[in-house]
């Protein structure tokens, strides 16, 4: 297939694509005429490439896992190169979560502070229940 195709299955652009291939993530193949060509296993490739940076990893991050695949594997994560990289991956993801948990408790906390400070000032500026006047 061409590139045009391989591009509209893949969900993604001929720039991507050209890309890619500048990077050596996907093969550069010429068919007789010129043009590129691609095939079947390239469009794998190509859904392993975007899931992967659907979750967060960089174009550098899934090379282990398409080189995995070039070599013959089934899954793009089979080989110890793409494990590592999930690992890592898992690693920076709680790093991440945790920092989110600080910064929500401590936005928790500055909003708990002022809906009390929003309280008590509505308190102070209430008049008295019952005023008893005198005439």
Known sequence: MRIGELAERAGTTTRALRYYEQLGLLPARRAGNGYRAYDEGDLRLLREI?????????????????????????EGDACPASLEVYERKLAELDDCIAKLRDVRARVAGQFE?????RDDLAASERPPLCELTEE
Do not use: I, K, S, Y
């Open 113 to 117: 502070r002022a809906v009390r400070a």
């Open 50 to 74: 975007r899931m992967l940076q659907d979750f967060g990893f960089g174009l550098e991050e899934t090379r282990p896992f398409v080189e995995c695949l070039r070599a013959g594997h089934p």
